[in-house]
C-alpha cells in the first residue's frame, strides 16, 4: 500500500514570497491533516480535514495561511506572504479510522 | 502548563539495556495516547497506541497508560543503536471535538554501542 506523498521535498523562498505545498493521502482515508513542524518541537496541527471539508482549523493563521481538500482526496496547503518565522517542516497526515495517523514524508520550508 | 509534556533529554542508555521515556498530559478529556519515533531529517512513524490504563507489549516495546496519574511512558527493551531517534508522545484529546494529535516535543534517545 502506497503511503502519504508530498511535494515537493524541499523548499526555499524570500519572504513575503508565496508557496504552496501538495499533499496525497493513503487511498481510502477520510481524514487529512496538516501539520507544522518548527525544530526542536512537537508537530502542531495547523488544519484537519473530514473527506473535503474542514474539521478543524482554529489554529491555522488564516491571514496568510490557506488550505483546501478537493473531492476529498488531495489536499493544497499555501502560505502567502511567507514570513521568518514559517520555516519549518509542513507534515501531512491522513487516518482510516479510530485515530491512527501515518504521516508523509513532510516538506522542508526555508524562508530567507 | 503544557498539554504534553516530556523531557527533552538526551536520554543515553548503554546498548542491550532498557529505555525508560515518559510523558505527562493535562487534566482534560482524553482517549488515545500514541508514541511516535522521529529520525532526524525524517516524519514520524507509530511505534504503539494505547487506549485504556496498563500495559500494553509489542515485540521490543511496551507502553505503559495511568489515566488517574495522566502519565504514559515507553519501555525499550534491550535497546539497540538503531533505536537512536527522538520520542513524541501523542495524545488525542476528546474536550475539542476534534481527533488531532496533540504532541510532545519529544526526548532524544542515544542508544550507546
Given at each position: 500500500?502506497?503511503g502519504?506523498a508530498?511535494?515537493p ?9 508565496s ?6 493521502p ?24 473530514q ?5 478543524d ?56 | ?8 533529554g538526551?536520554?543515553?542508555?548503554p546498548?542491550?539495556?532498557?529505555a ?54 515507553l ?39
Amino acid at each position: 500500500e502506497a503511503g502519504v506523498a508530498q511535494s515537493p521535498r524541499y523548499k526555499i523562498i524570500e519572504k513575503r514570497q508565496s508557496v504552496a505545498f501538495w499533499c496525497n493521502p493513503i487511498s481510502g482515508h477520510a481524514t487529512l491533516y496538516w501539520y507544522q513542524q518548527i525544530l526542536g518541537q512537537g508537530p502542531k496541527l495547523l488544519i484537519q480535514f473530514q473527506n473535503n471539508g474542514v474539521v478543524d482549523d482554529s489554529q491555522l493563521p488564516k491571514d496568510r495561511f490557506s488550505a483546501e481538500r478537493l473531492k476529498g482526496v488531495d489536499s493544497t496547503l499555501k502560505i502567502q506572504p511567507a514570513k521568518l518565522e514559517d520555516s519549518a517542516v509542513y507534515l501531512c497526515a491522513s487516518s482510516p479510522t479510530r485515530d491512527t495517523q501515518y504521516f508523509g514524508p513532510g516538506t522542508r520550508l526555508t524562508v530567507l | 502548563q503544557k498539554e504534553v509534556e516530556q523531557n527533552s533529554g538526551p536520554l543515553s542508555v548503554p546498548e542491550g539495556a532498557i529505555a525508560s521515556l515518559n510523558c505527562t498530559y493535562s487534566d482534560r478529556v482524553s482517549q488515545s495516547f500514541f508514541w511516535y519515533r522521529q529520525y532526524s531529517g525524517k516524519s514520524p512513524e507509530l511505534i504503539m497506541s494505547i487506549y485504556s490504563n496498563g500495559d500494553k507489549e509489542d515485540g521490543r516495546f511496551t507502553a505503559q497508560l495511568n489515566k488517574a496519574s495522566q502519565y504514559v511512558s515507553l519501555l525499550i527493551r534491550d535497546s539497540q543503536p538503531s533505536d537512536s531517534a527522538t520520542y513524541l508522545c501523542a495524545v488525542i484529546f476528546m474536550d475539542t471535538g476534534r481527533r488531532a494529535l496533540t504532541f510532545g516535543s519529544g526526548t532524544r534517545l542515544q542508544v550507546q554501542p
